[in-house]
């Protein structure tokens, strides 16, 4: 990738540990107000190659490159994992997910995956003086045993129980139920005509399926799996009955969840927030507004990304107009690589039409292959940052909580982030000393270590080619070495370097076994 890109003047010739983040008080303590707001924007399934900044085709996005255009875009960042819920859970606690059973990805109705007793990136600014909210996807689990949640009541453990001052998110994704919002630990808008029931293992009496009643299906229909009970003219994962009112319309997800956050927002314009700010779009079931339809070259899957692009732009757009965009450090980025065909006939691959969702990269979603975890990663900051700024600095989202936690001089507890390093200097382009290395995990829980130039995959078993999702997997039962100065992983060079394969494995063992961390 470094002889890819070329690393621009990044920041102020000024030192960003020299410079004051904030005013200070009579007794020598930063002022509330003057603490930067923090707002993570974290799209679920956008691919590095999807946006118009990062060289995408048939789609625009002129709030995204506005953003980079006032930020620094990275070109060689990762999330932890190539699935949802692992790569989540790494960003919100510091850890890695594979150290934990049951982060794979979660069902409508599994249980909080990250406990109450941990230390989460809410708890850390909560504690530092902001108030906190996730708005949006959340794929995390709710309440405290899985498939035991009473919809129709509070739950007796949710956001709440993390940090979180306020959340309006999704139990899980859009293709799985129960597909209501919850608020504040309750169902919004709950119909007491129509109870909640929802269950993971069988239906319910006389209530339709995808699979047992195609003509309701009105909106969209699935290509593979996703043909469980119908919400919507929609089929999904998994089966529910009732809802009523409080049942979501997927045209309108997007116009919900960003209502909400332009609502936090302004509510407490008076004093610093952090914001978890995670969208549906683009995962499936790609249905976007009719407003957006139409608008991109590439069928419902484009229109997705438009409409995400056009929610980023009322982030930005009411930070503006409440005077705090100069103060307000923003990290754009996404959970995975991409998928196309995720289990909807939304015709996506029919309509690529050149385009290149993981852009450079080899592999997709769930892949072992760098399109699995390489990910767009924008950072705007007007007080700090200087604009239009590139960098290819090896990152990872692990890191994240770490280098907010130093930014805002967070007091952690011993033992919190076990994994998580302070690279701030990276993230505000102070620093372009690339992570030493970056642990990625696929979706068959096998791992990968990568360098700047060099990565090795551990020997896996599983198929080469996911059948329905038509993704290279990356699994082999043999280990694997590719050069990454060339960018796409192609020529297996085990067998020509085994003194590299044996340094990364070296690296690898070493994270597994908690002795020795990337300095």
């Known amino acids: 990738m470094k002889n890819q890109y070329v690393t621009l003047a990044l920041l102020c010739p000024a030192i960003f540990s020299s410079l004051p983040i904030s005013a200070k008080d009579t007794k020598g303590k930063a002022t509330d107000r003057e603490k930067p707001n923090v707002i993570i924007i974290y799209a679920d399934d956008l691919g590095y190659g999807d946006l118009q900044c990062y060289g995408a085709k048939n789609v625009e996005t002129p709030n995204v490159n506005r953003l980079a255009a006032e930020g620094i875009r990275f070109t060689n960042a990762h999330a932890a994992a190539a699935t949802s819920t692992p790569s989540r859970y790494s960003l919100l606690t510091g850890e890695y997910a594979w150290r934990r059973p049951g982060t794979d990805v979660a069902a409508g109705n599994a249980s909080m995956i990250i406990h109450p007793e941990q230390y989460t990136m809410a708890d850390m600014f909560k504690h530092a003086g902001y108030t906190t909210c996730a708005i949006g996807k959340w794929h995390l689990g709710l309440g405290d045993k899985t498939a035991m949640q009473d919809w129709n009541a509070p739950l007796p453990a949710a956001l709440g129980d993390l940090g979180f001052d306020y959340h309006y998110i999704m139990a899980a994704t859009a293709d799985r139920v129960p597909c209501v919002f919850i608020e504040n630990g309750k169902v919004a808008n709950y119909d007491p005509t129509a109870p909640i029931e929802v269950s993971y293992i069988r239906n319910f009496s006389d209530e339709p399926t995808g699979k047992s009643h195609p003509e309701l299906l009105y909106n969209l229909k699935p290509s593979h799996g996703h043909d469980m009970s119908i919400v919507n003219g929609i089929s999904r994962i998994g089966y529910m009955k009732g809802g009523g009112k409080a049942l979501w319309k997927d045209e309108n997800i997007a116009d919900s969840i960003t209502t909400h956050a332009i609502d936090f927002i302004r509510s407490h314009k008076d004093e610093p927030f952090f914001m978890y700010f995670a969208t549906n779009d683009i995962h499936v079931p790609r249905f976007p507004h009719k407003r957006f339809r139409g608008k991109s070259g590439m069928g419902l899957r484009g229109d997705a990304i438009v409409q995400f692009d056009w929610a980023v732009g009322q982030i930005m757009n009411i930070l503006d107009k409440l005077g705090l965009a100069e103060n307000t450090l923003i990290i754009l980025s996404s959970d995975n690589g991409p998928v196309v065909d995720d289990g909807y006939d939304d015709k996506a691959e029919e309509l690529l039409n050149g385009h290149s969702p993981a852009g450079p990269w080899r592999g997709n979603k769930y892949s072992a292959f760098e399109g699995g975890t390489a990910v767009p990663v924008i950072v705007r900051w007007p007080k700090q940052i200087r604009k239009n700024a590139e960098s290819d600095v090896l990152m990872s989202q692990i890191d994240w909580m770490a280098s907010l936690g130093a930014m805002i001089d ?60 038509k993704i290279e997997t990356g699994y082999s039962p043999e280990p694997q070495l590719y050069d990454m100065t060339k960018v796409y992983e192609e020529g297996n060079k085990a067998l020509q370097h085994p003194e590299i394969v044996f340094q990364l494995q070296g690296i690898l063992k070493g994270v597994r076994d908690h002795t020795i961390k990337a300095k």
């Open 410 to 469: 967070a007091r952690m507890p011993k033992g919190s982030a076990p994994d998580s390093e302070n690279r701030l200097g990276n993230l505000l382009g102070t620093d372009i000393t690339d992570r030493p290395w970056v642990i990625e995990l696929a979706a068959n829980h096998v791992l990968s270590v990568r360098n700047k130039d060099w990565k090795y995959i551990e020997p896996s078993v599983g198929s080469a080619i996911m059948e329905y999702e």
